[in-house]
């Protein structure tokens, strides 16, 4: 079975940084490209950003273009968002996902919460 383990959430002032992070023991890791995605209160799910398998390409919501980075280490099947200049519209849940070619996405794990405050 595999797991998921998701860290870096957490609580922060506006203009802060956190980096959250999503590790898991899926053999096939290297194989997916990778995304990022968060729901906000009482929104839908949103993405946020998409890293290539090769680790080549990125393409970000335009609203954290410039001040997030999203990175992945395969050899510790782990995928990272870095967030900078945060803002309070980047509260909420934020979750990985990865995904085969153009096939959907599967989110792994239950999310991390992210809490910009004023």
């Known amino acids: 079975q595999v797991q998921v383990f998701e860290s870096g959430g957490g609580s922060v002032q506006a203009g802060g940084s956190l980096t959250v992070s999503c590790t898991t023991t899926?053999?096939?890791?290297?194989?997916?490209?990778l995304g990022w995605f968060r729901q906000a209160p009482g929104k839908e799910r949103e993405f946020v950003a998409w890293l290539s398998a090769s680790g080549a390409r990125t393409y970000y919501l335009d609203s954290v273009k410039g001040r997030s980075t999203i990175s992945r280490d395969n050899e510790e099947r782990t995928v990272s968002l870095q967030m900078n200049d945060l803002v309070v519209e980047d509260t909420g849940v934020y979750y990985c996902a990865g995904r085969l070619g153009t096939g959907p996405w599967n989110y792994w794990g239950q999310g991390t919460q992210v809490t910009v405050s004023s």
């Open positions: 899926k053999s096939t890791f290297s194989r997916y490209s």
